[in-house]
Structures are given as C-alpha cells and as structure tokens.
C-alpha cells in the first residue's frame, strides 16, 4: 500500500448501508467519528471487530474511517464488519480466501430485502388480507 493512496468500500446489510475509507496508518478504527473502543455495546464491537482480528498485523497497517446510515444496531454493526473487510481484503489480497473461509457474508451482502406494501392496504404490509369467516 502506498503511502498516499486512499481505499473505498461499501458494506450493506438490511437497511444500514457503512462507507469505510482506508489510508496508510496506525490501526486506528473510527466509526461515525467515534473510536471503535467506545462505539455501540460490547457485542457490536465483536462483530465489528471479527476482520481485524482474522486479518493480524495487517489491520495495524491501515487506518479506517467508517460512516453507517440507516437500519438498526446489529444490522449496521454488519455493515460496518463488511466495510472493513473489504478494506483489508484490498490491502492484502491473500485476506480473501480467509475471509470467505471464515464467513462469506464478510466479503458478499445478502441480497434479501423487506418486500414492499401493496397499494390500498399498504399500513397492514405486503400480503395481509381482510379475515374472512367460514361460517
């Protein structure tokens, strides 16, 4: 990695969408500007920090900025997870076949998604119909 060169990546999961930007550092890990130390609960930082610690001496080499939108806490704590792992993947290609080995869905999002309300009884959701009596 060179020294000037800044890295991109994008985790989804559910609703909650984490854009990680990866540059030459110290292992420092911010997340919405707040270290990774502090951020959310003990097990969001779990699984937030599951990449680094299969990546080794690698993750002390880049400094990862994180900012996640949308979705509940666990969902963006995936995203997050994802991001990073990307991030690391382009440091260190070797990472991939670790990664996937470990957990898929640290490399590649699950592409479920909630279905949409129908028109006219949109409030009830997707599939809900009036309760009709039998007899």
């Known amino acids: 990695m ?5 890295l991109t990546a994008v985790g989804k999961r559910k ?9 030459k550092g110290t ?3 911010m997340i919405n500007k707040i270290p990774l130390s502090v951020y959310g609960n003990h097990l969001t930082r779990m699984i937030i920090s599951e990449p680094l610690v299969l990546a080794g001496k690698v993750a ?6 994180v900012n996640v939108k949308g979705g509940g806490i666990l969902g963006q ?3 997050i997870r994802q991001a990073i792992a990307k991030i690391l993947v382009q440091v260190d290609k ?7 080995e470990y957990d898929r869905s640290l490399l590649i999002a699950d592409p479920r998604r909630t279905e949409p309300h129908k028109p006219s009884r ?14």
């Not at 070797?94 to 996937?100: A, E």
Request: charge should be positive; avoid cysteine.
């Open 2 to 6: 060179k020294k000037s060169e800044i």
């Open 77 to 79: 704590a995936d995203a």
């Open 122 to 135: 949109s409030k009830q959701g997707p599939r809900r119909h009036k309760q009709r009596s039998k007899r």
């Open 15 to 23: 609703r909650a969408v984490a854009r990680a930007v990866g540059k």
């Open 94 to 100: 070797k990472l991939k076949d670790v990664f996937l």
């Open 27 to 29: 292992g420092k890990i």
């Open 60 to 65: 002390e080499k880049v400094d990862i900025s």
